[in-house]
């Protein structure tokens, strides 16, 4: 495996590739690499003849009082891990180069409404940086597929929405969420949680499954289950932001006629956030 750490040599890399008829599949991350990155690049080798992914903690979409300074950094152990996996290139970029006016003058890139419901409430302009992010690595690395997970569902639908409306010639796909043994969804800052917490940390799954399932009665009063669901993360420890039932094709707030819904929520137990989501169709 080759680790670069400037686009212009990233892009040589690249453009060898291309003059061969070669296939590029990459996988953007922050790094701390667990089975759910690795379920995306080996699937990414599946699907192109070459594989890329990134490390960058991208300090834009990351709000006052963050963990950006906090957030582990693993780069030894990572690279081990990709070199297992028969990674092509791992792209390591630089903060000056990835941002060269400056973080406070660099271009943004806004993908409205749906980065401002959900985790875009509480974390405002998160969306902002994520999608400017993400534009300014497609351009270096100029990929044919761009694999996410879903459990980030919501960053999902706003890359998506981003590809298609700046018309990036890449195709996004999206990735199930791998789960712990007990359900859990697989996250870095699954690190944060004490040995009491991870106990209780599968709750939040199971509280989405009971949902999953309530959801689907006749006569279903989807704000009732919200806020019932919501009371019951409260109660078990947590420290709910949302826990809410939405369109799955855009994310608006769902009703009994909507039949395929994806039912999302994020909570705090202690300093780690935690989301997950889980997707239903009614008609099933």
Not at 34 to 60: C, E, K
Request: charged fraction near 25%; include cysteine; aromatic fraction near 8%.
């Amino acid at each position: 495996m080759n680790t670069v750490f400037d686009t212009a040599t990233l892009r040589e890399i690249v453009a060898q590739w291309r003059r061969k008829g070669e296939r590029v599949a990459f996988v953007p991350t922050m790094g701390n690499l667990h089975d759910g990155h690795i379920s995306l690049l080996t699937h990414a080798r599946d699907l192109a003849d070459r594989t890329v992914a990134s490390i960058f903690v991208n300090p834009i979409q990351f709000g006052v009082g963050e963990d950006y300074t906090a957030y582990p950094s693993t780069l030894q152990a990572d690279q081990d891990k990709l070199t297992r996996i028969g990674l092509d290139v791992l792209f390591v970029p630089n903060l000056d180069e990835l941002y060269p006016a400056g973080m406070e003058e660099d271009t943004r890139v806004t993908v409205p409404s749906l980065s401002s419901i959900l985790c875009g409430k509480y974390r405002p302009g998160h969306f902002t940086g994520v999608a400017t992010v993400v534009t300014k690595l497609f351009f270096s690395v100029q990929p044919d597929y761009a694999l996410f997970g879903e459990k980030d569902l919501q960053q999902l639908m706003v890359i998506r929405r981003m590809v298609d409306d700046l018309r990036i010639p890449v195709e996004i796909i999206g990735k199930s969420i791998v789960r712990e043994a007990d359900g859990l969804a697989m996250s870095s800052r699954n690190s944060y949680l004490s040995t009491e917490e991870r106990e209780v940390a599968p709750i939040i799954y199971r509280t989405l499954q009971k949902a999953s399932i309530d959801v689907c009665a006749p006569g279903a009063d989807f704000r009732k289950i919200e806020s019932s669901c919501f009371a019951h993360l409260q109660v078990s420890g947590f420290k709910p932001e949302y826990f809410s039932i939405r369109r799955s094709f855009d994310l608006a707030k769902a009703t009994n006629q909507d039949r395929k819904l994806s039912i999302l929520t994020a909570a705090w137990l202690g300093t780690a956030r935690l989301i997950d989501n889980i997707q239903v169709n009614a008609d099933d």
